[in-house]
Nanobody, 124 residues
Framework: QVQLVESGGGLVQAGGSLRLSCAAS????????MGWFRQAPGKEREFVAA????????TYADAVKGRFTISRDNAKNTVYLQMNSLKPEDTAVYYC?????????????????WGQGTQVTVSS
């Protein structure tokens, strides 16, 4: 099993920045790709960003390209999501996910472990 704990969420004004962290523990050697997803009230969970084990392969949702940056520190078993130029439509609960498969995926079903989520609220 792998446990994921997110932190760094909060309330920020439009145009501001936040940095989310996700610390992994347990059988972290089994983890390959790490991802961030988000879910706004009344909406389905959607993909935000994902990164491969070595950080060479990265993919972003179109809605966050150029504003968000995903990174990871394998020595600390932590993945980060730097969010800049935040918009009210970025308001959501943000979830960290870990996958043991080889594919860098945008699909939530391909991730094996999930954190509890952290709330991000962007005011206009």
């Amino acid at each position: 099993q792998v446990q994921l704990v997110e932190s760094g969420g909060g309330l920020v004004q439009a145009g501001g920045s936040l940095r989310l962290s996700c610390a992994a523990s347990g059988r972290t050697f089994s983890v390959n790709c790490m991802g961030w997803f988000r879910q706004a009230p009344g909406k389905e969970r959607e993909f935000v960003a994902a990164i491969s084990y070595g950080g060479v392969r990265i993919t972003y949702a179109d809605a966050v390209k150029g504003r968000f940056t995903i990174s990871r520190d394998n020595a600390k078993n932590t993945v980060y999501l730097q969010m800049n130029s935040l918009k009210p439509e970025d308001t959501a609960v943000y979830y960290c996910a870990a996958g043991t498969g080889a594919r860098l995926s945008e699909y939530s079903g391909e991730y094996d472990y999930w954190g509890q989520g952290t709330q991000v609220t962007v005011s206009s």
